[in-house]
């Protein structure tokens, strides 16, 4: 049996981060196979959710994990066409534009405000070094139409546009129609400070195992020029990205926590030695929601604030968290990057 807790399923309480205990994976449901919007729309979301501004709690699901299993064509029947093994979300021009505007000061400070998940843990500590200018705020509403966040990184690509997040940070896992909306990336981000402005994303690209069996928790997106019209990694410069490579060495994860008296207005680090699990890799580390999609940086320089980005965090071992947990990034990973680097 597994448990899952991720920002896109809340309603109330729990930012951006999932919590797996026991099997190691989220868990499938029944689906809808589609990588188009939803079919509510932001305006209707809006009209739909309170106006008082909360994180939401996530929803919990319960079952067993089986194994997928290959089914051969019957005897002179064409094989089927393998389904694309990336989901692509995209959002209009005038939904961009709305979600700038949404964004303002005001609602930022709210949605720090609106939770309170306990005392910051000993292990996540502020960072106190060189500005992360990479490292930013991924504010957005969820599928049940709540305020939120999560944290992402500017990584360097060929459109000089991509951000790393975590995939339940964009859409609710082995549901395809409940997506995320109003997503906007704020770069170094700090006590309501936003010095390389706002970006909003134009598109999303997660794994397809994702949308339809809540595996491979990571996503790749691609953000808006800024009001100057200066690309994302112009401005903030870009962490450079690595697939495929073995688990160990020294890990910096960076997060938004929401834990107090940071109430994810500040960015903290946990410094870890990562090990394999379950078809993951973990670290000793206790951020909590909110660090969602916050990088995993290996050779991180403190003096230069720049490293090589090999995961993102997904999930934690408990509600009161001792181990970060991540995707270890291979072939699928590389082509959810590629396709969001060539759009």
């Known amino acids: 049996m597994s448990q899952i807790i991720d920002s896109a399923n809340r309603t109330g309480g729990f930012p951006g981060l999932a919590v797996r205990t026991g099997a190691p994976r989220p868990l499938p449901a029944p689906t809808e196979e589609t990588s188009a919007m939803p079919t509510t729309s932001p305006s209707m979301i809006r009209r739909l959710r309170s106006r008082a501004t909360v994180l939401a709690v996530a929803g919990t699901a319960l079952a067993l994990v089986a194994p997928a299993t290959a089914t051969a064509a019957a005897a002179g029947q064409t094989r089927a066409a393998a389904p694309d093994p990336v989901s692509v979300l995209s ?12 964004w303002t000061p005001a609602r930022i400070k709210a949605v720090g405000k609106s939770v309170d ?131 160990g060495g020294t890990i910096s994860a ?44 290996a050779d991180f320089n403190a003096a230069t604030g720049k490293g090589v980005l090999v995961s993102v965090n997904s999930s934690l071992d408990s509600l009161t968290p001792t181990e970060m947990q991540a995707e270890i990034m291979g072939a699928l990973a590389k082509k959810v990057y590629d396709r969001a680097q060539r759009a």
């Open 91 to 102: 959002y209009t021009a005038k939904e961009r534009r709305t979600a700038l505007a949404y």
């Open 254 to 297: 960076f997060g938004y926590s929401a834990t107090r008296p940071q109430r994810g207005e500040e960015l903290l680090r946990c410094v870890g030695k990562p090990k394999k699990k379950h078809g993951l890799q973990a670290i000793s580390c206790d951020l909590s929601g909110g660090s969602s999609g916050g990088p995993w940086l």
């Open 117 to 247: 998940l306990g005392p910051t843990g000993p292990k996540a500590k502020p960072w106190r070094g060189t500005t992360l200018k990479t490292v930013g705020r991924l504010f957005f509403v969820n599928a049940s139409g709540a305020d939120t966040w999560c944290t992402a990184t500017a990584v360097k690509s060929a459109n000089r546009s991509a951000v790393m997040t975590a995939a339940h940070c964009v859409r609710r896992g082995s549901s395809p129609v409940n997506t995320n909306t109003d997503m906007v990336f704020v770069p170094a981000y700090g006590k309501g400070m936003q010095p390389y402005g706002a970006f909003a994303v134009r598109s999303a690209m997660t794994p397809r195992t994702w949308e339809t069996d809540s595996t491979d928790d990571l996503s790749t997106l691609v953000v808006d020029p800024d009001k100057k019209g200066r690309k994302l990694t112009d401005v903030v410069g870009g962490q450079a990205i690595a697939f495929n490579r073995a688990v």
